[in-house]
């Protein structure tokens, strides 16, 4: 469960080139819930979830994650607690290690390396069965070098290394933006089914309105550094992005003017 309280965040306060990202942003994410964040660029969603990444520290405010107050964890102390799949689909996966290195990484991250590396065969067979799972065929190439893999065949094994260990939290970072509408598609589905499997929490901020609608069971709204929409159950089930363009307009008094967005519709 994650909770956000009334945070803020300035960049480059005091001089010119002032920002204000956050604006007093604060919600909170019931276990099992997965939300998708749409908003313009610089309306504070990515902000947002680097902020509970701990990439940054808040000015003010206090996150909490399972109970635990990490707002002034560093980064590597909060990975912990978090799974996270990045927008470039060469993140999150050492390219010159074969597919079971990178699971095995993953796996025995936070855990006492001893003084092995080897994989067992009781390992072995358990990043199989996760892999073929994905429906890429992936289990019969554990031997295959990352780098040799495709844009959406890193996306679908970083989704896979980024949940093996059942994290309190998952964050997807536009991890689709980078792929083809068709690949996309699928790494989307491959999430939806690795969210609903794992039963994991999730936040996922994409710039796609349809996308945003189609997947997860609660959908926020930024707009300069605050959430102008929340809507979740059947109200969020009925949306169209014509009726989220309106709400938007409602809302902010303007109308919604992301280009990327607009292409969604």
């Known amino acids: 469960m994650l909770e956000v309280k009334n945070i803020h965040k300035t960049f480059n306060a005091g001089t010119v080139n002032e920002k204000i990202a956050l604006d007093g942003v604060s919600f909170t994410l019931e ?5 998708t964040i749409i908003g313009g660029n610089g309306s504070g969603k990515s902000t947002t979830l680097n902020a509970v990444a701990g990439v940054f ?3 003010s405010g206090n996150i909490i994650i399972d109970g635990i ?8 102390k909060r990975a912990k607690y978090l799974g996270r799949v990045f927008q470039d689909p060469m993140i999150g996966t050492a390219g010159n290690m074969n597919i079971e290195e990178n699971l095995a990484l993953a796996y025995r991250r936070g855990k006492s390396r001893k003084l092995r590396w080897a994989i067992t065969a009781k390992e072995r067979e358990f990043f199989k069965s996760q892999l073929s799972t994905l429906g890429l065929g992936l289990e019969n190439r554990v031997g295959t070098k990352v780098g040799l893999l495709s844009g959406g065949q890193r996306q679908a094994l970083t989704l896979i290394m980024a949940s093996i260990e059942k994290p309190k939290l998952l964050l997807l970072d536009e991890h689709t933006a980078a792929l083809d509408p068709k690949t996309a ?3 989307l589905e491959i999430s939806d089914q690795v969210i609903h499997d794992n039963n994991l929490t999730a936040m ?4 796609n309105m349809r996308d945003a609608i189609t997947h997860g069971t609660r959908l926020m709204m930024f707009h300069e550094g605050k959430i102008i929409l929340d809507i979740k159950g059947e109200d969020k089930k009925k949306l169209t992005v014509e009726d989220l363009l309106h709400e938007f307009e409602k809302a902010s008094g303007e109308e919604f003017t992301s280009d990327e967005a607009l292409l969604s519709r």
Request: hydrophobic fraction near 40%; charge should be negative; charged fraction near 30%.
């Open 31 to 35: 276990d099992g819930e997965f939300v």
């Open 57 to 59: 520290p808040v000015d």
């Open 69 to 76: 107050d990490v707002t002034k964890l560093p980064e590597y």
């Open 185 to 187: 598609a699928k790494v």
């Open 204 to 207: 996922m901020v994409t710039h």
